[in-house]
């Protein structure tokens, strides 16, 4: 947090001697620090619209965009640049924290590079540290502590009390401070001067014990604006006798500052180490007798690769009263930083902003139908099962405009996939989808709401085959809307080879869809015989699971026949997969595939209108269709050779309004003609023949054959138009 004052810097300098200087990889001006900084930054949020810089008028915050191509949109606050500043930001009034419902905000905090293990330039210490802070000070937007006529002190980190009055009295100290707030500091520099000397140039704060002592930068909370956050610490220097006695000493009074929920690390690079820091702070509101708590956790993501690891956490019971005094229910929240005679880079880019958006994500997967965890062991060939779930929790808006950028597991191919939400809409994904996904591209996702809460990515594929022991290291997926990002990350594992190779006797088989069908093929082993009595061969049918088969002791080594039930199989075609299992090793072989086509009989075509013009003669008369009819009818067969079909037709009264025609439609084949009626009649049957799959009805048809239609001889003239609905429909039928 802290000012640096000059006996301080003489012992540290003294310590430093003999040390091996700056360490390489960290830079040694804030500059360069700030462009490092802007050049990794990992993905956050657009600021626009969230945040403000505080109008203080001693504040030098500002929001930049990030330089790495690979966090596009990302926007950073820059809180301090350099020495002796105070920098804020804080949430606009749309986007203030609920102390009523549990908030969540993820962010990523960078402190620069000058943890000062490892310098003897002062000019590359840290100073001072930055805090995440709740409040509802009178003029939010301007809040800051009152420096007086004193240039910014670094140990207030620019929220809590200004002690530099050398007094004894907390609640002045508090007064100065930002008020109505609640504060989790980030310090990066020690302030432990008990020195009365140095009692009014705000040193002290991190002499406190209250937590045990402090031996480096650390995280820490209290209320700034509290006077018992602050302890006035009285002592003597000098003219103490042997019995404890001031015979002439100097009396005085130093201040220390209350730590609470500390977090610290074990040296100066703990914060200002040039790196990413994630941090995840979560409220949980007051229920019942139980008390609203704020957890934090810090380093709980790593910075290259976004994966998810412990870090450290802790927590402090909270008051909303004391930050919310007139129950408002809301509190301005931001960031807040202050340098001294030290400075630093102090950066922050945020992924989730309470009570906008609160998201989660979660990854799992599972190999041959066993779940897969961190460090296990996967056989080459088996099928994967890959499933993300996005959660919309709660917030004021939806998520919106949510990329899914998977990550899949290097060595396993997907090919199928669906999106379902929790609206009940699905998505199936494409050939185009299903080729991003496996070059590492995103999918775009519908908008996530109250009522569309959730989005599950469903993925299948398989373990690809490889030669030796792999090892798969643990991938990371995001899910980047333009007012939240969550990550998910699936576990590592390795994958072990496998000599079995399945070879199926046919790739393309037709069938009746009436009987079983049978398909045979062949397991070997590139380093053995195989055993028949070991071998199971698993089997998907248009992704249905089929009952497995056993190979036969009685068949030759490694040989199988798979019945594929009629029952199973579908008109058109049929895929199915098939894989060897060794049932002693848990071995697998590649997917054999088959396409069964199961002959199909339908309508290739139905269209067009039937037109009909006729000269009355008195006389009932059968009447062509005229050069208007466009009428098309063809038929599709791709059953076996012999099989038969018959065409029946029914027919509505011609009408024009309510005005019947005297006359009807009727269908001619031949010499056979056949009255239609609203009950379906036969009007055509056909044998296959195998020479052609496709019948074109109304192609043979001739001027005096096809559909008619028989006019009645009192028949009147009439310039209405007369219609009819005909009905087409064909039956599967047997030879007479």
């Given amino acids: ?22 360490q ?8 360069l620090d700030l462009e490092s900084g802007l050049n990794t930054v990992p993905q956050g949020l657009s600021l626009s619209g969230y945040f403000k810089a505080g109008t203080s008028s001693n504040n030098d915050a500002q ?80 809040a800051t502590p009152n420096f007086g006529t004193n240039s910014p002190y670094g140990e207030t980190l620019g929220v809590w009390g200004v002690a530099n009055t050398g007094g004894t009295d907390a609640s002045a100290i508090a007064k100065t401070a930002i008020q109505n707030s609640w504060a989790l500091e980030f310090d990066s520099y020690l302030n432990q001067s008990t020195a009365l000397a140095d009692a009014k140039n705000a040193a002290s704060f991190d002499a406190d ?57 074990s040296n100066f690079k703990f914060l200002s180490d040039g790196a990413w820091h ?39 019971d909270v008051d909303p009263s004391i930050i919310d005094p007139d129950n408002t229910g809301k509190a301005t929240w931001g960031f807040t930083g202050a340098t001294g005679t030290y400075s630093e880079a102090n950066m922050v880019a945020f992924e989730q902003i309470p009570n906008l958006v609160n998201a989660t994500a979660t990854a799992d997967l599972t190999a041959n139908g066993q779940a897969v965890s961190d460090g296990d062991t996967v056989k080459a060939n088996a099928p994967v099962n890959l499933t993300y779930n996005a959660t919309y929790d709660s917030g004021t808006a939806d998520w919106q405009d949510i990329q899914a950028d998977l990550k899949i597991p290097a060595h396993l191919t997907i090919t199928k996939g669906v999106v379902t939400y929790g609206n009940g809409e699905s998505t199936t994904l494409g050939a185009a989808d299903l080729t991003a996904i496996n070059q ?21 594929g398989t373990v690809d085959s490889v030669t030796s022991t792999t090892t798969v290291p643990a991938t990371v997926s995001e899910f980047k809307g333009s007012n939240a990002i969550v990550q998910a990350t699936l576990p590592g594992f390795s994958i072990t080879p496998s000599t079995l190779h399945l070879a199926t006797d046919q790739t393309t088989l037709t069938a009746d869809g009436t009987t079983a069908v049978p398909v045979t093929g062949t397991v070997t082993d590139s380093v053995g015989a195989v055993t028949n009595s070991h071998l199971t061969i698993h089997g ?157 009805v109304t192609g043979d048809w001739t001027a005096n054959q096809g559909l008619l239609l028989d006019l009645d001889g009192d028949a009147r003239q009439s310039t209405a138009t007369y219609s009819s609905q005909v009905t087409w429909a064909l039956i599967n039928s047997v030879a007479s």
């Fill in 63 to 142: 929001v930049v965009d990030g330089t790495n191509s690979d966090s596009p949109n990302t926007q950073v606050v820059e809180l301090t640049t350099g020495g002796s500043q105070v920098g804020s930001i804080w949430s606009q009034p749309d986007f203030k924290f609920n102390l009523g419902e549990k908030q969540v905000a993820s962010m990523w905090l960078n402190f620069g590079s000058k943890g000062y293990i490892g310098t003897t330039n002062q000019n590359d210490l840290p100073g001072d540290g930055m805090a995440l802070v709740l409040q509802n000070a009178s003029d939010a937007m301007a």
């Fill in 24 to 31: 390489p990889g960290y830079a040694a001006s804030d500059k």
């Fill in 540 to 696: 998907t049918l248009n992704d249905a699971k089929l009952a497995d088969t056993a190979l036969s002791t009685s068949d030759a080594a490694g040989k199988f026949t798979v019945s594929v039930p009629a029952d199973k199989l579908q008109p058109g075609a049929n895929v199915l997969d098939l894989t060897a299992e060794d049932q002693t090793t848990g071995a697998l072989s590649n997917v054999g595939e088959v396409v069964i086509t199961v002959g199909e009989l339908k309508f290739q075509s139905v269209s067009g209108t039937a037109a009909y013009q006729a000269r009355l003669t008195g006389s009932r008369q059968l009447v062509a269709r005229d050069s208007a009819s466009d009428l098309s009818i063809v038929i599709q067969d791709t059953r076996a050779k012999g099989n038969h079909w018959q065409l029946t037709a029914a027919a509505t009264p011609l009408m024009a309004g309510s005005d019947p025609l005297a006359g009807r439609l009727v269908y001619v084949d031949g010499s056979q003609q056949t009255t239609l009626s609203t009950a379906a009649a036969p009007v055509m049957t056909h044998t296959d023949d195998g020479d052609s799959a496709t019948t074109d």
């Fill in 209 to 265: 014990t209250t937590g045990g002592k402090l031996t480096a930068p650390h995280l820490a909370a209290n209320y700034p604006g509290q006077p018992s956050t602050y302890t006035p610490v009285t002592k003597t220097e000098g003219g103490i006798d042997i019995f404890g006695h001031n015979v002439g000493g100097t009396t005085g009074t130093y201040i220390q500052m209350v730590h609470k929920g500390v977090i610290q690390g």
């Fill in 278 to 316: 994630h941090l995840t702070l979560t409220y949980t509101p007051k229920s019942g007798t139980t008390s609203a708590k704020m957890t934090y956790t810090f380093n709980d993501k790593d910075p290259a690769t976004g994966a998810s690891q412990p870090g450290q956490t802790n927590s402090m």
């Fill in 440 to 460: 590492g591209n995103g999918v775009g996702l519908k908008d996530l709401s109250k009522t569309n809460p959730t989005a599950k990515i469903s993925l299948t």
């Fill in 1 to 22: 947090m802290k000012r640096r004052i000059g006996w301080l810097a003489v012992g540290v300098t003294a310590l430093l001697l003999g040390l091996s200087g700056i």
